[in-house]
């Protein structure tokens, strides 16, 4: 029986967002510049509205500059091209996020490619892929998800990672592949499991690092965790809980939280994990964009990757 280590996403996102805090108020002082975010979105599906009035509010408590914009689900591609470009023009704007999926109709890809890279604070766009493939970190604006989930690997672990084996299960280029990029550089040994991915449980058992971007609630149970390794679920699933009356839900991750308790030597809980720091690496994001904008890199926020 191993004692489970629990990896707080909000002590960790509360501490970020100290530094985020002291980084903007120290860039408003010196420049005169305020961090300024926009958030897009697109129709009325209410994970993203939650998560939508999370960030706006994130971003009012850190002193930014927040704006929201609400468009009817059934608006037309090109007017929102026309509002992403506004934004690009808009000095006071220094990330632009648009919340996804976005409706059927429109191509996702064009929308993020329309981004100005330097203002993609969710870090989706080709340019900051390449760049963070490519190990410029300094250029680069990083996935908020991949980097929240490196930064509680390291709360488990220490900064150094060097030799460890990971496993991503997942290759989403908004989580699993990033993820692997980002542990990749930390001189980890990584492998990316998938839907097709053969043996996947007995991969998984190889893991020192086992993350899981899936969406498939409780799919990882003991069986696949090698003793002592730390896990972190970047799963977000709602499942029914007739416990807390009829029709309410609750959320669980990937992982089957409470088997693996006693096996797993860290773990990040679902909620209070990997999702507090998401928003909290999105503010961080914000203010890098903004020191970048008025040249003074000095000022980016600052912590350890
Ligand atoms: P996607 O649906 O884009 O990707 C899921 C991945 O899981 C795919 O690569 C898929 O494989 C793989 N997969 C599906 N079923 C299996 C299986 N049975 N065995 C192995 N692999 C499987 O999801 P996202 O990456 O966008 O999100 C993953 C989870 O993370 C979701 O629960 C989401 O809600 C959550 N999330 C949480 C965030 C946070 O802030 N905490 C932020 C973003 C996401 P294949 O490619 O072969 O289809």
């Known amino acids: 029986m191993t004692e489970t280590k629990i990896i707080s996403g909000k002590a960790k996102a509360e501490e970020v967002l100290g530094v ?6 120290k860039l408003i002082a010196e420049t005169g510049v305020t961090p300024g975010i926009a958030v897009v979105i697109v129709g009325e599906d209410p994970a993203s509205q939650v998560y939508v009035r999370s960030k706006g509010k994130r971003a009012e408590e850190c002193g930014f500059v927040s704006r929201t914009h609400r468009l009817d689900e059934n608006v037309g591609e090109a007017e929102l091209l026309a509002l992403v470009q506004s934004l690009n023009d808009d000095a006071d704007i220094h990330g632009i996020l648009v919340q ?11 929308i993020i490619e329309t981004i100005l890279p330097e203002k993609d604070v969710d870090g989706f766009h080709p340019i900051n892929i390449g760049l963070l493939s490519t190990g410029n970190r300094t250029r680069a604006l990083i996935p908020c998800t991949p980097a929240g989930s490196l930064l509680l690997a390291k709360e488990a672990l ?35 499991a998938h839907s097709r991915t053969k043996n996947i449980e007995a991969l998984a058992k190889t ?5 899981a971007a ?3 609630p409780k799919m990882i149970n003991a069986s696949w965790i090698k003793p002592g390794a730390t896990v972190i679920d970047v799963g977000i699933n709602r499942i029914p809980a007739p416990e807390k009356g009829e ?14 308790i006693g096996t797993a030597g860290a773990i990040t809980p679902v909620p209070g994990g990997v999702g507090l720091m998401t928003i909290a690496m999105l503010m961080s994001n914000t203010v890098t964009a ?7 890199s000095d ?3 600052e912590f350890k990757l």
């Open 100 to 110: 996804l999926p976005l409706p059927k109709h429109i191509n996702e890809d064009k």
């Open 247 to 260: 029709g309410k839900m609750r959320l669980v991750g990937d992982v089957d939280y409470d088997d693996v």
């Open 20 to 25: 985020v805090k002291a980084a903007s108020e």
């Open 158 to 192: 220490g900064s150094n990672l060097s030799g460890l084996n990971a496993v991503v299960i997942g290759r989403s280029n908004i989580v699993g592949k990033p993820m692997a990029a980002l542990l990749l550089q930390e001189s980890c040994t990584v492998t990316i």
């Open 290 to 296: 903004a020191a970048r904008a008025a040249g003074r």
């Open 207 to 211: 893991a020192d690092i086992l993350v």
């Open 299 to 301: 000022l980016e926020p």
């Open 214 to 216: 899936v969406g498939r």
